[in-house]
């Protein structure tokens, strides 16, 4: 009796729970990926399996943690894969883009001014979130998808442009309270993005000569730091991370191992450790009241009216502008379409900063989820010919030895 008692409380200890859920968050979404449910989508299930259906870990510290260093790590990903070259070589169609994307921001705020009883912060914010493309999400999806390097260069670009112009408008909306906070984050942020270029100078000249491979540690640690003063300041994680991300770009030249292949792929590599976390901790946070039904209903009005919206959108630009057809265009817009991993932000800001009703914050899950699925079910999954892989590395060896 003692010894079953002894293996019961043994598994239930801390240590057992989180090595089990560490297994479980890494395991089972990549075998769900088999049947195209991404991975995010599955973390984020298991997280309200954990939580709203078994009552574990909400309100946890650890998965907590965990969770911000996972959005930390995702956002300075993605300021790090932005190519400045490829941006400026398609600036003209990129700044279109952008003043679509604004000016649909704008309308779409406006519409939920007026249909709602909400202040015009709150509407800017909830627009923002059903028309801002997921990068990092839609970065990793695409590489699974049968689609051409040129299209996928598109996608990348389009949604890199985009989520930047989204996180400045986000940082203006939060900090607009009064002129006081606003000009006091404003004067933080400004100074953080002087002051970041001055550490990686220092990091150059100092550190890197006389520490190798410290490159990593160094990065990662900035931007947790400058991650936490946006976060104090009262914007969010993600802009100081994502900061930090563009401003290792910029030091392309004076440091190329901060910007190496090989240094954003170990990036990548600990942001898909962590960010598993993330979607998990989102699908805790999910009570009962987030799954009424004025909570399903409101997200399904949010699908009807957004999504063909935002795809009709992409696709008329794209045909007008580069005489594409409907087919060629589509196959870039669609897979701009998932607003997951930036909803969720937007989402629990809304709840934690503005206290918005659980059929706002639920309604908003909803299409999160939605738009992110409509790219596993539409696009079709890129599948290699091993022998044809096999011919063409055989022809390539040929050919080089004939030379």
């Known amino acids: 009796m003692t010894t079953v008692r002894e293996l019961y409380e043994f598994l239930r200890s801390s240590e057992v729970v989180y090595i089990l859920l560490i297994f479980v968050v890494f395991i089972v979404p990549k075998v769900l990926q088999r049947y195209r449910l991404p991975a995010a989508i599955s973390g984020f299930g298991l997280g309200i399996a954990a939580g709203l259906g078994l009552g574990y870990f909400q309100g946890d510290q650890t998965i907590r943690l965990l969770a911000t260093l996972g959005i930390v790590t995702l956002f300075l990903h993605a300021g790090l894969d932005i190519n400045i070259a490829e941006l400026h070589h398609n600036r003209k169609v990129l700044t279109q883009h952008i003043i679509i994307f604004i000016g649909l921001l704008i309308i779409t705020s406006l519409a939920i001014t007026v249909i709602s009883d909400l202040s015009f912060r709150i509407c800017v914010l909830i627009a923002l979130a059903l028309v801002t493309p997921s990068t990092g999400f839609i970065i990793d999806s695409i590489k699974t998808f049968d689609l051409s390097p040129e299209e996928k260069e598109w996608i990348k670009n389009k949604a890199v442009a985009t989520e930047l112009v989204a996180l400045v408008c986000m940082f203006f909306v939060l900090q607009s309270m009064t002129l006081r906070t606003f000009m006091i984050s404003l004067v933080a942020v400004i100074a953080l993005i002087v002051f970041i270029p001055l550490l990686f100078r220092f990091f150059a000249v100092r550190i890197a000569p006389f520490a190798p491979n410290s490159e990593f540690a160094f990065l990662i640690m900035l931007a947790m730091a400058s991650a936490f003063i946006t976060r104090k300041i009262g914007a969010h ?95 870039v817009a669609i897979p701009m379409l998932p607003t997951l991993i930036f909803s969720l932000v937007l989402a629990q800001i809304l709840r934690e900063q503005f206290a918005i009703s659980n059929a706002i914050y639920g309604g908003l899950i909803v299409y999160a989820l939605a738009s992110s699925l409509i790219l596993s079910f539409i696009l079709r999954t890129a599948q290699p010919d091993f022998y044809t892989d096999v011919l063409e590395e055989g022809l390539t060896k040929i050919g080089r030895s004939d030379k």
């Open 237 to 331: 994680y993600l802009i100081g991370a994502f900061a930090v991300g563009v401003a290792a770009r910029s030091f392309q030249r004076q440091i190329p191992p901060v910007t190496s292949e090989r240094l954003i792929g170990a990036v990548e590599l600990f942001a898909s450790c962590l960010v598993p976390f993330y979607s998990f901790y989102s699908g805790c946070l999910l009570g009962r009241g987030d799954c009424s039904p004025n909570a399903w209903l409101l997200g399904l009005l949010m699908i009807a009216a957004m999504i063909p919206l935002r795809w009709i959108v992409v696709t008329g630009h794209r045909q007008i502008v580069l005489k594409e057809t409907f087919q060629e265009s589509s196959r």
